[in-house]
């Protein structure tokens, strides 16, 4: 969908505004067809996500057998563990507590043929996983995005020895997967085909802000300009003929997600996000107190804006943006005409890219797992390169 407005002005100028969006619906995404049931008891009506959280409750609370009540959803389906004194939830506890934030390891131990599960549930075993699969990835018809953008441009044609180009975009993508183009071909997934909503985000590729702008100048000096227009051929072969140019663009940050770690509560292939429970304060650092360039000035601090993420539960999807891109080339000519034919011409250069040599780091370099704390947030890897010179010549005839 796209809708534009423009109009010429005085000068050689033309402005332009834009609106620019696109909607996808039943688009191609990976999926998990293996994934376990959630399976819902029926006497109590609660489901396996509700049961493994107040499980992982009681891991996370270190909370003595003793003390651990029972569970409807265990009791009644893995009635079997009830024994030696303990209800059926406080002998299962132990396969949690050695599995703490994996409740699919732990599930996969209580009722899945594949690891031998006894007594199992009253089911028989694979009760919840499939006998054949644990995880089983495919790509399906079930994505949805949304792309909104507005767009203006600002234009100048070569006039005068002027001519530029300024272009703003603010935008916002949602999707429920996606990859940016440096992730490479492999595919991201949905973590709970039960409930897919839980993955609506803004995409990966999703750039808030994003400023372009280009132009040329040729100086106002020596024949046919302003300055010194009757300029002789040896006082034009010095002031005459020269031309600057740049380009500038900016954007905002990518988004990123912070990682579960090596821990698997929803699915058993993929970790997934941590979840956010705290408010995060962002602002990258060159050298922050665990050392390196970090995307958080307090990474410590940080840590603790995020847990571990309950069975059942995704985490949080791109709640966190790192650094945009940033960099302005420019260039600078001279062209002197010969004397003996001023249709022969000698062009000299001087370029340079990323000229004031700023350093942008990429989110795609980044050490966000929760497990990590010595290095979370750290960068490894920058957008840009470092500014690079390059000169030149031309003769031309």
């Known amino acids: 969908m796209n809708f534009s407005l423009?109009?010429?002005?005085k000068g050689g100028f033309h402005l332009e505004a834009s609106y620019v969006g696109r909607l996808s619906r039943k688009s191609l995404t990976g999926d998990d067809v293996g994934l376990y049931t959630?399976?819902?008891?029926?006497?109590?009506?609660?489901?396996?996500?509700?049961?493994?959280?107040?499980?992982?409750?009681?891991?996370?609370?270190?909370?003595?057998?003793?003390?651990?009540?029972?569970?409807?959803?265990?009791?009644?389906?893995?009635?079997?563990?009830?024994?030696?004194?303990?209800t059926a939830t406080q002998n299962i506890f132990k396969y949690w507590a050695a599995?703490?934030?994996?409740?699919?390891?732990?599930?996969?131990?209580?009722?899945?043929?594949a690891t031998g599960c006894s007594p199992c549930s009253i089911y028989g075993p694979d009760a919840l996983y499939s006998a054949q699969y644990a995880a089983l990835t495919a790509y399906r018809s079930r994505g949805t995005g949304a792309y909104h953008s507005a767009q203006l441009t600002v234009r100048k044609r070569f006039d005068h020895g002027i001519q530029f180009d300024l272009n703003y975009t603010f935008s916002k993508s949602i999707d429920m997967n996606s990859t940016r183009e440096s992730d490479g071909s492999g595919t991201k997934q949905i973590l709970n085909p039960w409930s897919p909503?839980?993955?609506?985000?803004?995409?990966d590729y999703d750039v808030r802000h994003l400023v372009s702008a280009f132009f040329v100048a040729e100086l106002p000096f020596g024949r046919g300009h302003h300055f010194a227009g009757n300029a002789n051929r040896i006082?034009?072969?010095?002031?005459?003929?020269?031309?600057?140019?740049?380009?500038?663009?900016?954007?905002?940050?990518?988004?990123?997600?912070?990682?579960?770690?090596?821990?698997?509560?929803?699915n058993w292939n993929a970790a997934g996000y941590a979840t956010q429970i705290g408010p995060v304060q962002q602002g990258s650092v060159k050298n922050?107190?665990?050392?390196?360039?970090?995307?958080?000035?307090n990474p410590t601090a940080m840590l603790s804006a995020f847990d571990y993420t309950y069975a059942g539960q995704i985490g949080s999807r791109n709640t966190v943006r790192g650094q945009g891109f940033f960099t302005i080339d420019t260039g600078l000519s001279k062209r002197f005409r010969m004397p003996f034919n001023e249709k022969h011409t000698l062009q000299i250069r001087?370029?340079?890219f990323n000229l004031t040599n700023t350093a942008r780091f990429d989110v795609n370099q980044?050490?966000?797992?929760?497990?990590?704390?010595?290095?979370?947030?750290?960068?490894?890897?920058?957008?840009?390169?470092?500014?690079?010179?390059?000169?030149?010549?031309?003769?031309e005839f």
């Open 235 to 266: 006082v034009d072969a010095v002031i005459g003929g020269w031309q600057f140019s740049g380009i500038w663009r900016q954007s905002s940050g990518l988004p990123i997600s912070v990682s579960n770690g090596g821990f698997w509560p929803t």
């Open 366 to 395: 980044l050490s966000l797992r929760i497990d990590t704390p010595g290095s979370f947030g750290r960068y490894s890897g920058t957008l840009n390169t470092p500014r690079v010179m390059q000169f030149g010549m031309r003769y």
């Open 99 to 113: 599995n703490p934030n994996s409740d699919t390891t732990a599930l996969q131990v209580i009722d899945s043929s």
């Open 288 to 297: 922050s107190p665990i050392g390196g360039p970090n995307i958080f000035p």
């Open 38 to 86: 959630n399976l819902v008891d029926p006497t109590s009506k609660q489901s396996y996500f509700q049961a493994a959280t107040a499980m992982q409750n009681y891991v996370r609370a270190k909370t003595p057998v003793s003390g651990i009540a029972p569970i409807p959803f265990f009791e009644n389906i893995f009635a079997g563990y009830a024994g030696n004194g303990q």
């Open 350 to 352: 001087a370029e340079a």
């Open 6 to 9: 423009g109009r010429d002005l």
């Open 197 to 203: 909503g839980l993955m609506r985000a803004v995409s």
